[in-house]
C-alpha cells in the first residue's frame, strides 16, 4: 500500500524511478574524476534550469538552507532589507534576515493576493535597501508572484540585491534568472525537479559574488559561505565539506528528465494539469485561496466547505491511497493544499479529484460524483487540441 501511495503534497513530489535507482548505486569518492564529472553535469544542467550563465551552488541541506544562504552572503549587520511577504514562506525572509542582524522593513500583502510592483516602487522611494526579497510560488497560498515585473522595478529603482525563492516553481513555472535581474535566486530539490528531499539549490550572479569579496564584515555562516563553496563548484574534485553524492546522482538524473522533456513542455505540462484542476474545484463550488488570475500552476490550495474536519478530510483522502497537505499559518485547519508539480500527470489529477468528490460526499457535503472529474476532462481536452 505503502508503495503506490500517491504523494499529491507540495513537496516532497513523486520521485521517477530513474531517480530511485541512480541514487541507489554505492557512494564514489566525492573528490574522484567520476564524481566530479556526475556533480559537473548536475551543475551545469541546473545553469541551464535557472536560465543562468552565472554560478550555481548545490549543498546538502533543504530549500531553508538555500534562502539562509542568500542573505547570509548579502546582508550585513545594520543592513535594511525589504521582505515581501505573501504568506508563510515569505515570513521566512524577515526572520532569516533578522538573524543576520538586519532591520527588516516587511512589505506584507494580504494572504492570497500578490505583491504588485507598483507597491515595491513605492516602498524602494522609502529607503536605501542593501535586499529586496520575494516568494516566487508562496507556496502556503498556491500564488504566484510577478518576478520579472519586480525585478525590472528593483533594477530600475535601487542598487538592492534582487533575492528570489523558487522552491515551489523551479522546473515547474518559468524562471529567467539572468533576463529577470534576479541576482540570488534560491530552491529546494524536492518539488518541481522530482528530486527526494536533500538539497538547497542557489543561483548567484556575478555581482552577488562581487559584493561577498567587497563586504566589510564577514559572513555569518561557515557552512553557508558562498566563498567556502565556489571552489568546490567550479571545481569539484576540491574539498570543503563533502557533498551528499547520492543526492547528486539523484540530481544529475532527475536534471537529465527535465531536459529530455524540455523546459517549454514541462511549464505547459504543470499549466494544463493546474487548469484542469482549478476548474474542477470551481466546478464542485470549491473556492481557491489564491486569487484566480495569480494562481500558481504547481501548488493550489483550496477552503473546505462549511463543516469539514481538516483531520478527518486528509484521513479519507489518505484511504483512497491520495495524500494531500493541510493549509498553513492563520488558515491552518480551514482548507487544504494540492501539488500539482514534479512528474505529475493527467492520471494522478483525475484520481486526486475524484477523491476529493467522494471523501467530501462521505464527510455529508452536497456533492455531485463525477463533476469535477467532468470539467477537468473537458478542460484538458479544450487545452491540448
Ligand atoms: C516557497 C517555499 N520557500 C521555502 C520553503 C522551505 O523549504 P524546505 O522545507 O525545503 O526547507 C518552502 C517549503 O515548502 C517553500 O514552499
Known amino acids: ?34 564524481f566530479a564529472s556526475i556533480f559537473k553535469e548536475a551543475l551545469d544542467n541546473l545553469k541551464k534550469v535557472f536560465m543562468t550563465r552565472d554560478e550555481v551552488f548545490v549543498v546538502a541541506g533543504s530549500g531553508t538552507l538555500a534562502l539562509e544562504m542568500a542573505i547570509a552572503n548579502i546582508v550585513e549587520p545594520g543592513d535594511k532589507v525589504l521582505n515581501t511577504v505573501s504568506g508563510y514562506f515569505g515570513q521566512y525572509f524577515v526572520e532569516i534576515s533578522k538573524v543576520y542582524g538586519a532591520k527588516p522593513r516587511v512589505l506584507e500583502v494580504p494572504w492570497g493576493k500578490p505583491v504588485k510592483p507598483e507597491l515595491v516602487k513605492e516602498a524602494l522611494k522609502e529607503d536605501d535597501y542593501k535586499a529586496v526579497t520575494v516568494t516566487h510560488v508562496e507556496t502556503s497560498t498556491g500564488l504566484v508572484n510577478p518576478i520579472k515585473e519586480i525585478g525590472e522595478v528593483v533594477r530600475k529603482n535601487s542598487n538592492a540585491f534582487y533575492i528570489v525563492d523558487t522552491v515551489c516553481s523551479l522546473g515547474g513555472m518559468e524562471v529567467r534568472v539572468d533576463d529577470w535581474h534576479i541576482d540570488i535566486c534560491v530552491s529546494g530539490s524536492q ?32 557552512y553557508g559561505s558562498f566563498k567556502n563553496w565556489l571552489p568546490v563548484m567550479r571545481d569539484p574534485t576540491k574539498y570543503f565539506a563533502t557533498p551528499a553524492v547520492n543526492m547528486i546522482y539523484a540530481l544529475n538524473e532527475a536534471l537529465k528528465l527535465v531536459l529530455e522533456e524540455g523546459l517549454e513542455n514541462r511549464f505547459r505540462r504543470h499549466f494544463i494539469l493546474a487548469e484542469a484542476f482549478r476548474t474542477a474545484m470551481e466546478a464542485l463550488n470549491l473556492k481557491l485561496v489564491a486569487e484566480r488570475e495569480s494562481a500558481a500552476n504547481t501548488v493550489s490550495a483550496i477552503y473546505y466547505p462549511e463543516g469539514v474536519d481538516d483531520n478527518q478530510f486528509r484521513n479519507k483522502m489518505k ?19 494540492v501539488g500539482h508539480m514534479g512528474n505529475v500527470n493527467q492520471n494522478d489529477i483525475f484520481a486526486t479529484i475524484a477523491a476529493i468528490e467522494s471523501t467530501l460526499k462521505r464527510l455529508g457535503c452536497k456533492v455531485e460524483i463525477g463533476k469535477g472529474v467532468a470539467a477537468a476532462q473537458e478542460k484538458l481536452l479544450s487545452l491540448t487540441k
Open 319 to 337: 484511504e483512497h491511497g491520495i495524500v494531500v497537505a493541510g493549509t498553513l499559518g492563520p488558515l491552518k485547519g480551514k482548507g487544504f493544499r
Open 191 to 222: 518539488k518541481c525537479l522530482g528530486v527526494p528531499p536533500g538539497l538547497a539549490l542557489v543561483a548567484a550572479n556575478s555581482r552577488a559574488l562581487e559584493h561577498v569579496e567587497k563586504r566589510k564584515a564577514s559572513v555569518g555562516s561557515w
Open 1 to 34: 500500500m505503502f508503495e503506490r501511495e500517491l504523494l499529491m503534497i507540495p513537496g516532497p513530489t513523486n520521485v521517477d524511478p530513474r531517480v530511485l535507482r541512480a541514487m541507489c548505486k554505492p557512494p564514489l569518492s566525492h573528490t574522484s574524476l567520476e
